[in-house]
């Protein structure tokens, strides 16, 4: 079985290393020359909206998947007629464009933050004015990692936000007080089987996920309405493969923020924690195989490693602690790896990151939101 | 890190999985165009005694290791001089060679079956008189997976099979009557920390190991042997990486048979259901890095798939189950591929076999030496 992939970085390496396994051989589509995928699998560069290229890159191919939004779903649509597209235009559309996010949530009647439509710097005002108070203005399509975002106070300018976004079509979000971020993940085969993992609890700084923890911590009452939000989300979106949402937790009850129509940074832990990984669960389900348990024992921290890599030997050295190093070159805000720390459960996990937090090999930052210490005897 | 790997064949492609985890980069070396680990790393062809390609594959790596016995130790010795070689010489000088192996145990006073060197059809004739009964004639060098081995009865033409053998130095072993194979795989990083996996029972036939069944049920008297015999065995030959040690059980004792200077076969399973995989940990151990806990939970059955491989939907469909595809091409007793089926406990692992064997989706010899069922209530 053959699979493409758009996009080459350590989404798609991930996915590499898991399909391989299964005997599946893989080739990478990518604008990038140096795109780390094309270090495991035969690598092509492109743009991804020539057509031309792709059209033959795709021959022989059983299926193609795809690691990034920044694929149009144009392209998708274009390869459809030649191969098995997972996840196919329909789904990469929505999850590009927030404000089809939005009607399909509330389509769905998942709740989400309140919004408006903007298209320009007079509507932008409308928009405060209507959600009275604090905004966040997101391009309409383009952004992640925080790009393509900015805020405006209660009295901040409204014609210097708009024009800080490039005068694009935005979506105007009413700012939300929020205890918490979480994500969830679940996988869709294509007979229409779903399974999904646990909730996860995030941290991000200038919008670039920090770290995540593995159950989410007193998940109790957002853990059922996390799973019907994403079940309603795949079935309605006829997902193959992997899908994330992103929430805000509000008073014990979730906001849908953001969906990633992909493998996600927030379950890298799913490849130590989880009997399989979300890496290999969609790789099954997009060369039709059927999915495997999502079930995992224990807790598990995830950090991503920002800019350059701590020596391995440090992190090594700690109990349950695996790295990843994503073969890139470092630079400034580049994501180069990841740590994981698994433990039998959220009481050892605090131990073992507290004890390497102590002897300086882990940040101290990391110990936020783990469960505290158990009470001295 | 670049590690280049002497083998091209389903190890080097684990642990190059493995590996590239850990951002280390890979290049391989094998005799055959058509080696499987060619889909993972630039791959070179050559033959294991051609040192001056070699010499030139190795520019640039930071180590090498090796996934079989077939590589000379004069082409790791050669190498020596250029990059760091692990296993080294002397360790593959030992594992290769069936008098040096034996001689190592006794020198350690690790238990063998009772042998004789022998260099003629009369000497052989003189060994089955002085070790009174059916004999296992093995090649001194060159054997592996059954080849280079015959068995003469009591009654049985010695000058037969001294033909059969090739007219080759060989060790004449007594056939012991065992209860039943085991293995155990040990790993030694360069600061000389020793970690083991627990011990393994085995099922061949025709010299190809058919199953592995770990932990190994019953394994009280025997477990502590094992560990003395790998630790004493890693010490004395200096391993870094990984060693793996078989044996035979005799009334609760155990016997070496033959040691193998790498990942394992009967370690397979530790992809699915230890912390660390034996793959991860070689490659550990080669990149000079801590190893990873070798700590596992439940229990694991991993049998090969030989000749060619079953429909990995159906395989797939089963709980617990995962399949390995080694992408070679099938062919009439070669090791394509394997599966390991995991549970919390025996009990469960035999239910969840059981239940597939039912179906037909797995063989049912499968079912024999795993725990019996629980009796109905």
Redo the contacts between chains.
Sequence with gaps: LKIGILGGGQLA??MI?AG??????FRVYDPDRSATAF??APGWVGDFDDIETLSVWAEGLDAVTTETELVPASTLAALMNRVEVRPGPHMQLVCQDRLEEKAACERLGIPVAPWRLVSSARQLEAARQRLGGELIVKARTGGYDGRGQVRVGRRGSVAQAWEALGSRAAIAEAVVGFEREVSIIGVRDSAGRILTYPVIENLHTDGILRRSIAPAPSVGVIRAQAEDIIRALMEDLGTVGVLTVEMFEVDGRLLVNELAPRVHNSGHWT?QAS??SQFENHI?AVA???L??TVG?GAALMWNLIGD?PD??SV??V??A??????KTPRPGRKV?HVTVTAACPERLRERVAAAADTGIFPAWLLDGLAAPAPAP
């Design positions: 390496r991930m290393l391989a396994s299964l005997g599946i051989e270090g495991l490849l009997e399989t099954r039709g195989l059927p495997g348990s024992e890599l391995p030997r090594l050295s109990p349950g695996s790295m990843h190093d994503y073969a790896g």
